[in-house]
């Protein structure tokens, strides 16, 4: 039972390319999240999903595309990076209300 | 929109002293109140999790409280340790919505 995974660790894009970070899940829960952690900022929601076929925006969802095609996975795409998309991004799958469980991050550097 | 906020930012103690994490917050319709620990560089553990209808729970040398009327939560570390070096977050799970509005941490310094 791996909990959540994410991939890649760390990643350095030019301003403009485009990426996808993964977050997979063994635990069947339902609902799943993407949040990126700034100093200063705290962890902000960017979009959520609470089943498959079903995603919807958080608080932060310019310039990031999700979709959720099956239970396990829910990819976050960046079309075109920009330098304030430069973050830490943690996965977050969620059952029945209860306990969060949080990837281990995806270090993001857009120069 | 749910304001979650924790005092103080920073904190640093002797080993061995007992204290106190505040986290207060701005509407009190919640669905549940987490406390988390983050050490640098490292993802998100959850510590304690608090339903809307409980006063408090345990773990160990934690216990985190939870006063909804009020919006407040107070995490309690007893007999701290060198190993409890590390922020704390505080995140409420609100009736409306479906994400954790966290705070912004507190950073724990246990001096030995």
């Known amino acids: 039972n791996a909990g959540v995974t994410q991939t890649p660790k760390f990643q350095v894009l030019k301003t403009g390319q485009s990426m996808t970070l993964q977050c997979a899940q063994d635990m069947n829960h339902e609902y799943m999240s993407w949040y990126r952690q700034d100093p200063g900022m705290g962890l902000r929601l960017i979009h959520y999903?609470?089943?498959?076929?079903?995603?919807d925006q958080g608080e932060v969802p310019n310039g990031y595309n999700v979709s959720r095609s099956t239970t396990e996975d829910f990819p976050l795409r960046l079309l075109s990076a920009a330098p304030s998309q430069t973050s830490v991004y943690f996965c977050?799958?969620?059952?029945?209300?209860?306990?969060?469980?949080f990837g281990p991050g995806t270090r993001l550097l857009v120069l | 929109k749910q304001e979650v906020t924790q005092i103080p930012a920073a904190l640093s103690v002797p080993e061995g002293e007992n204290l106190v994490l505040n986290c207060s917050f701005t509407d009190s319709a919640i669905y549940n109140l987490q406390w988390f620990r983050q050490d640098p560089g490292k993802g998100l553990t959850s510590l304690l999790l608090i339903q809307s209808s409980q006063r408090e729970q345990t773990s160990g040398r934690l216990n985190a409280s939870l006063d909804k009327s009020s919006g407040r939560s107070t995490l309690y570390i007893a007999a701290s340790q060198p190993g409890d070096s590390a922020t704390y977050l505080c995140?409420?799970?609100?009736?409306?919505?479906?994400?954790?509005?966290f705070g912004k941490g507190t950073s724990l310094l246990v001096t030995p």
């Open positions: 977050a799958t969620l059952t029945g209300g209860e306990t969060q469980y």
């Open positions: 995140a409420v799970f609100s009736n409306s919505g479906y994400a954790l509005n």
């Open positions: 999903s609470v089943g498959a076929g079903i995603t």
